[in-house]
């Protein structure tokens, strides 16, 4: 029951069970770099990574915020992660660190609160962004507009927000007043998982005390030259309110880099996404051809030229994070062929062969 409280799913914890063995399953509650705040059936426990499995063979996805895992239970210190159980979705984004890939960010969450604020943080472009990522994840977005009392009318971002949500709920919310926090309530239930997405300063922090009742983050100024944030979560983590529902902080990231998102753009752009394919020519680039149904539609005013713009953009860098990913696969692919041949040749044999390709 402790478990479950913590969001984990109830078939998932009998399936490891009836499989038996000494590992315990565990949800993972905050990431301090190498090492893993977690809850297990023993209660509260740190570990770190086991190296044969996810260093030396690769074989298990690094685990994140909200992650299920097996654990080898030390009272003593700190245990062992031994598995990253299944995922029902996922949030990634590219790697910050050059030539690293993708970054876990937040995994098995039923909603992704994307959160900006109405000051000077609102920005369409970047909430398309988020929103393209949160779509991939596999979850639900909603878009949160925070800090309500600050603004004399909300209805102009309200209306700009809508047009770029491809779907999603958009709400105007106040910490400070509570005004517009009942609208969530659908999204905020006991047991299900919500991962908040915003650049520093949207008012996660506050947000998250407001659903508290209380404080339970600390609460970071704004600066006063940009009006821009100052960070106040410097990891992951996942936070179980008295009310039953589970909360992701993630760090601010205003720089949020595209990692394979060809689903998602399909859903934040589909209002774009309609006109491909309705073009004369069917290998149209939407430049000067004739009979380009996409410039038709910027010119009829139907499609606003920044929105084709921002979704080319995008496009290209999910392009990019495919095929960037695509060659961290068939590297990573490679070195385990080089690690088995290894284990049966002693190291030399397979070194040569694979120089020599």
């Not at 298990?60 to 159980?85: K, M, W």
């Not at 922090?205 to 704004?222: H, P, Q």
């Amino acid at each position: 029951m402790y478990l479950e409280r913590y969001g984990f799913p109830k078939a998932m914890l009998e399936a490891v069970r009836a499989q038996g063995g000494d590992e315990l399953p565990a949800r993972i509650t905050a990431v301090h770099k190498e090492r893993y705040a977690l809850v297990c059936e023993a209660g509260e426990t740190y570990a770190h990574l086991k190296s044969s499995t996810y260093f030396n063979d690769q074989t298990e996805a690094f685990p994140t915020a909200g992650d299920y895992v097996l654990l080898q239970h030390n009272p003593a210190g700190d245990s062992v992660i031994v598995r990253t159980l299944p995922r029902r979705s996922y949030f990634a984004r590219r790697s910050p660190e050059r030539g690293r890939g993708e970054q876990a960010v937040a995994a098995n969450f039923d909603a992704v609160l994307v959160m900006q604020s109405l000051n000077a943080d609102f920005n369409p472009r970047r909430l398309e962004r988020y929103l393209a990522l949160a779509w991939q994840s596999g979850a639900e977005p909603v878009v949160v507009l925070t800090k309500s009392d600050l603004a004399e009318s909300c209805e102009t971002q309200l209306s700009a927000a809508r047009r770029v949500a491809g779907g999603a709920d958009v709400f105007a919310v106040s910490a400070k007043t509570g005004d517009g926090l009942d609208a969530l309530s659908g999204w905020l239930r006991p047991g299900k998982t919500v991962v908040l997405l915003g650049s520093s300063g949207v008012g996660k922090s506050s947000f998250v005390n407001a659903l508290a009742g209380r404080e339970v983050m600390a609460v970071g100024g704004i600066r006063e030259d940009d009006g821009k944030g100052r960070h106040t979560t410097t990891h992951r983590q996942l936070i179980l309110l008295d009310s039953g529902v589970l909360v992701i902080d993630t760090p601010g990231m205003r720089e949020l880099g595209m990692w394979d998102a060809d689903e998602g753009l399909a859903e934040a752009f589909s209002d774009v996404e309609a006109y491909l394919g309705q073009c004369r020519f069917s290998d149209c680039r939407h430049e000067n051809e004739p009979g380009c149904a996409v410039r038709a539609a910027i010119a009829r005013g139907e499609l606003p030229q920044e929105r084709w713009d921002s979704y080319q953009k995008l496009q290209r860098e999910s392009g990019y994070a495919a095929d960037q990913a695509k060659y961290l696969r068939d590297k990573e692919k490679r070195f385990k062929e080089i690690a088995k041949i290894n284990k049966r040749t002693g190291g030399k044999k397979a070194s040569a062969r694979f120089d020599e390709d």
